[in-house]
């Protein structure tokens, strides 16, 4: 359990925090869909688990955490989508307000990301394999989570 707030988590807290051998689960908050991963217990790999439907907060927080549950996650990565300048916007509001009141539901800790780029990354990869745009607009949010949850990862990987 954390008791340090989301705002203040570094990623060297998170890894003080974390069990030797625990998945974690990555969020891709937007308006209309939650998109969430999955890594692995050694942390290596973060895979696209699926695209929650947003509703209100709590049946959103209520299916988000049955998720975290499931599958023994021991902490989430939430991304904190900046702008490009690295400010603060509307947006990041959003999310912050997101992370507090989930946070006064659950005791993972909660550690923000940069997501920068990374729904245009993911986009991109798919164009590149061609993708239809269809498939692309079902599986984009949950990739961008497996992109977000694999940047802090790599980052925990060289810890």
Do not use: C
Request: net charge positive; glycine share 6%; aromatic share 4%.
């Amino acid at each position: 359990m954390s008791n340090v707030p989301a705002e203040q988590l570094s990623v060297q807290q998170l890894a003080a925090l974390l069990p030797p051998k625990a998945a974690l689960m990555g969020l891709d908050l937007g308006t209309k869909t939650i998109g969430l991963a999955i890594s692995d217990i050694g942390r290596q790999i973060a895979s696209p688990l699926r695209t929650i439907a947003r509703t209100k907060f709590t049946a959103d927080a209520k299916a988000l955490l049955a998720e975290a549950a499931t599958h023994q996650i021991a902490a989430l990565v939430l991304g904190l989508p900046l702008n490009m300048d690295g400010s603060e916007g509307p947006r990041v509001q959003a999310t912050r307000a997101f992370a507090r009141s989930l946070a006064a539901l659950t005791g993972l800790p909660i550690l923000f990301w940069d997501e920068r780029l990374s729904t245009a990354a993911v986009t991109r990869t798919l164009i590149a394999a061609d993708a239809s745009r269809q498939r692309r607009d079902e599986v984009v949010d949950k990739m961008a989570a497996a992109y977000i949850l694999q940047g802090v990862l790599d980052r925990l990987a060289k810890l």
